[in-house]
Nanobody, 126 residues
Framework: QVQLVESGGGLVQAGGSLRLSCAAS????????MGWFRQAPGKEREFVGA????????RYADSVKGRFTISRDNAKNTVYLQMNSLKPEDTAVYFC???????????????????WGQGTQVTVSS
């Protein structure tokens, strides 16, 4: 079991930055791929990016490449999403999720992630 709690969301102007954190509890965190997803009103949940269990590999959606960075600190059981150059279209509820299946490649399908946080709202004003 993995319990996830996101924090760090808020209101920011376009071009600004935010860093989201996801604190995890449970013994499987350090062996799990950790993903970030987002969901805007009226839209499906979409993949933002993810990081392998060791932190050595990452994968990002094209829409955030070069602007967002995912990192993790397994000693602190925490994964981060640094968001720079934010745009109004980044407005959404952001969720962290854990893929505990132990596969090598990083998956982007939310159905592959077994555990989810409650989400944190990010609003980018123009």
């Amino acid at each position: 079991q993995v319990q996830l709690v996101e924090s760090g969301g808020g209101l920011v102007q376009a071009g600004g930055s935010l860093r989201l954190s996801c604190a995890a509890s449970g013994r499987t965190f350090s062996s799990s791929t950790m993903g970030w997803f987002r969901q805007a009103p009226g839209k499906e949940r979409e993949f933002v990016g993810a990081i392998s269990w060791s932190g050595g590999r990452t994968r990002y959606a094209d829409s955030v490449k070069g602007r967002f960075t995912i990192s993790r600190d397994n000693a602190k059981n925490t994964v981060y999403l640094q968001m720079n150059s934010l745009k109004p279209e980044d407005t959404a509820v952001y969720f962290c999720a854990a893929d505990t299946a132990g596969v090598y490649y990083i998956r982007a399908d939310p159905n592959e992630y077994a555990y989810w946080g409650q989400g944190t709202q990010v609003t980018v004003s123009s």
